[in-house]
Structure formats: structure tokens, C-alpha cells
């Protein structure tokens, strides 16, 4: 049998707040209930996004929690490397395209998608006379992918019409995280990724640089994302408030109940994680793409 092996992949552009712990939670009590590894990967391909000391703070937080991983932490902005060898695969094999397009002109030209407006092919033949790039597109050509989540069921997307040929770089030398994602995936032999249902529509294309660069597809689990009273997922636009990692069992406990699995009574730290590594069922989990956050 494979060893199971998942993982969480924070964005350090600010401290963790209840949303991040939904999903820090949810894969960390998956694999450990599964006698499986627990990997942390730290998503700052992007600089302007990253907060400088965000994601020490991360890591501290995940510490504080009991939330112990194995093997080193992977930063995404050191693997420049091995995501050029797979771009330059892609485009060797003439799967990329150089487009020129600005978001106002896609947006003018597009039709709209699963995520927004659905690029339009423009520059799929070739760059218009005097037009200089500013991104790589890789192509779509018709590709229909369908997975079956283990909690949102069956996921179907007809990558062309709802998404289009999509960027995996960028002019500023920034790797799309799509792309990111589907090499370290393969590289750090993850068999199941669960994280929130905001990255659903993300899936296919992930799933569609799989199969175009060989890789393995895991499973996929994508938990209820946590929405304020306005029905805005939590975030830092939506001044989401930070975790207090002093009080760690308090969160842990309201987080369990988030994703509809109760303790008993008043317990510690250690007594609420045994009791979640015991408890733990798949089939327990609310089968909703967002819910409401009720105050504690």
C-alpha cells in the first residue's frame, strides 16, 4: 500500500485566521488518522503578495497547535529550478504560447467562465504585429476534465469554453501557482490534498498539467470554506481576524465543530487531538462548499 501522504500550503501573506485552520485541521487530521505523513509548504512564489516574517509566524502558530509535520518545510520561491525544466517541457513540446494580452483586452474580448471571464484564444496562433508578451499560456485544445471529490462529489470542467488556455508564467518571471502545485504534488509523492472548496475551479488545471507533464493526479478532498455574516470567504480583504495561537485548544475545539465533529466536554490540547485522530470520519464533514461562521 502507499503511504498516505497530504500536506497544507499557506500563503504567507499574513497570520493565520480561522479559514487557514479549517484547512491546516482537515488535512492534518485526514492524514494522521490514516497513519500518514503530514508535509507544510510554504506558497510565496509571489513576492508582492508574501509579508516578510509571515511565514515564520505560520510555522510558529502550526508549532504552538501541536500540528508537528515531518521532513523539512518546502518554500515554493527556491524551486524556480525544477518549475522551469517542467515549463520548458511544456513549451518543447509545443503545449505553450506567448500572449500579449492585457486584462482589460480579455476582459473586453472574453466570455464569462468558471472563474471570472474565459480567456478567449487571442494570441493562440501567434503575437499581433509590434505586440511584445507577457505571459506564457499553456493550451487547452479541447480538454474536458472530471474528478470525483471525496466530499463535493463529481467535478466536471470543460477547460476551454469555462477557463481557456490559462498563464503558467508570467513576463515578471512569476510561476503560476497551478503550475507550482502539480510539479511539488508529484515531487513530494502526495497522494491526497485537501484544502478548501475556494480551490475547486483551480483543480482541473492542475489536474490538466498532470496529465500533459506525466505526474500522478492525488485524491482530492475540498473542505467548506468559513464565510463571514456577508457571505465573504474569511481572508485578509475581508479583515479576518488572526488565530490566537495562546489559545490553542479554544480554536481546535471550534474548528472540529466547524467540520461537524463534536468532543465531549472540556478537554486539553493533547486530549482534543487524540480525540480527533480517533474521531476522525470523512463522512462527518459538512457536504457544502461554504458556511457560515457562527460567533463563539
Not at 126 to 143: F, H, I, K, Q, S
Not at 217 to 225: E, I, N
Not at 236 to 254: F, G, I, Y
Not at 257 to 281: K, T
Request: hydrophobic share 40%.
Amino acid at each position: 500500500m502507499t503511504l498516505y501522504h497530504g500536506r497544507f500550503a499557506p500563503t504567507p501573506s499574513g497570520p493565520l485566521h480561522f479559514g487557514s485552520m479549517v484547512a491546516a485541521v482537515g488535512s492534518f487530521l485526514d492524514a494522521r488518522s490514516r497513519g500518514g505523513q503530514w508535509l507544510v509548504r510554504i506558497d510565496d512564489l509571489d513576492p508582492p503578495r508574501a509579508v516578510p516574517g509571515a511565514a515564520d509566524e505560520i510555522l510558529r502558530c502550526l508549532d504552538a497547535f501541536g500540528m508537528h509535520w515531518d521532513g523539512p518545510v518546502v518554500y515554493q520561491g527556491t524551486r524556480s529550478d525544477a518549475y522551469h525544466a517542467a515549463l520548458h517541457w511544456l513549451t518543447r513540446s509545443g503545449l505553450t504560447y506567448p500572449c500579449a494580452c492585457s486584462r482589460r483586452e480579455i476582459a473586453d474580448a472574453g466570455v464569462a467562465g468558471a472563474e471570472g471571464v474565459a480567456y478567449p484564444g487571442t494570441c493562440r496562433n501567434g503575437l499581433a504585429a509590434g505586440r511584445e508578451a507577457r505571459a506564457l499560456r499553456v493550451r487547452t485544445d479541447g480538454a474536458v476534465i472530471g474528478f470525483d471529490d471525496a466530499l463535493q462529489g463529481h467535478v466536471r470542467q470543460a477547460l476551454q469554453a469555462e477557463i481557456g488556455d490559462f498563464v503558467i508564467y508570467r513576463a515578471d518571471r512569476v510561476f503560476a501557482y497551478h503550475l507550482a502545485c502539480a510539479v511539488d504534488d508529484a515531487e513530494q509523492g502526495i497522494t491526497d490534498v485537501v484544502r478548501g472548496a475556494d480551490l475547486i475551479a483551480s483543480t482541473p488545471r492542475q489536474i490538466h498539467l498532470q496529465r500533459l507533464l506525466g505526474l500522478p493526479t492525488p485524491g482530492y478532498l475540498h473542505l467548506p470554506v468559513a464565510v463571514n455574516a456577508a457571505g465573504e470567504k474569511l481572508s485578509k480583504q475581508t479583515r479576518a481576524h488572526s488565530v490566537d495561537c495562546s489559545d490553542p485548544a479554544a480554536t481546535l475545539a471550534r474548528v472540529l465543530r466547524f467540520l461537524g465533529h463534536q468532543p465531549p466536554g472540556a478537554m486539553d490540547l493533547a486530549a482534543l487531538w487524540q480525540w480527533g485522530v480517533e474521531n476522525w470520519r470523512r463522512e462527518r464533514l459538512p457536504r457544502a462548499r461554504a458556511l457560515a461562521l457562527r460567533e463563539s
